[in-house]
């Protein structure tokens, strides 16, 4: 009885205790600010979400392909050549470049001031850049490129291989070469095809910079999508093509 007695009695003191805090809960509006603290959690949660949506669908925008089907690696890459031959331009006389940048007979008659003037069908037509004094070396596509962890396009081992070759054969006589990269792709669609094709130039010439440390105003790009001009002995191409254009070298 003794026991039962002091235990109703403790019983009875924690009841008190347990009032006592609640009231003191109640006074100070402390579950109100415990639900508006969590309130503003789950708010602060569905904002962090919101933003983290918005930074993907930013990010999805940016990196994705643009109107012409090219990905934000392939715009960088054009932007840094774009640099590279600003760079290059600067450091010739102003009204020599309108006149002599890039193959100088050609565009001195024609009055273009880069190979970006000339369409691929003046190109493919054109005799200057049809000479079968023009050194040409074939690229395939399933040989010389292939795709990195990220799936970009790259040169493969093999494809550098046959680079090093072509200019390891023309050994001095590269350096002032007037060199254009014809880019190929026969994939089932024009606008990937023009893609691609580009791509695939700009890749070639990058790797010839940055190995060979050739000027990159001696280099000139040219996609052609998938029909090559009438003078290689292709009627299409997958892949690439290097054009040593004969009589070029060492010029200014």
């Known amino acids: 009885m003794g026991n039962a007695q002091q235990a109703a009695a403790n019983l009875n003191q924690v009841t008190v205790q347990a009032k006592q805090a609640m009231a003191d809960l109640q006074s100070r509006d402390l579950f109100a600010k ?4 969590l309130n503003n959690t789950k708010d602060a949660s569905r904002q962090l979400a919101q933003t983290s949506q918005q930074v ?29 031959l600003a760079t290059a331009n600067m450091a010739e006389d102003t009204e020599a470049l309108k006149h002599e940048f890039f193959f100088r007979g050609f565009f001195k008659k024609r009055g273009f001031y880069s190979l970006k003037d000339v369409t691929p069908d003046q190109y493919r037509s054109d005799p200057y850049f049809n000479s079968q004094r023009n050194r040409r070396a074939w690229l395939s596509a399933a040989d010389a490129f292939g795709n990195d962890s990220k799936g970009n396009e790259v040169l493969s081992a093999a494809g550098e291989q046959e680079i090093d070759q072509l200019i390891g054969t023309a050994k001095d006589s590269i350096v002032g070469q007037q060199i254009v990269v014809e880019g190929y792709s026969n ?14 130039s700009l890749i070639v ?16 790009l040219m996609p052609l999508n998938a029909a090559a001009p009438p003078s290689s002995g292709k009627d299409s191409w997958d892949g690439a093509c290097l054009v040593l254009l004969a009589g070029t070298a060492g010029t200014k």
């Open 34 to 37: 415990a639900e508006a603290t």
């Open 56 to 84: 993907n669908l930013t990010l999805a925008d940016a990196l994705g392909p643009d109107h012409s089907g090219e990905n934000a690696g392939q715009n960088i890459r054009e932007t840094f050549s774009n640099v590279n």
């Open 187 to 200: 994939q089932s669609s024009v606008a990937d095809q023009m893609a691609a094709s580009r791509s695939r």
């Open 205 to 220: 010439a990058h790797y010839l910079e940055k190995h060979f440390h050739l000027s990159a105003k001696n280099i000139g």
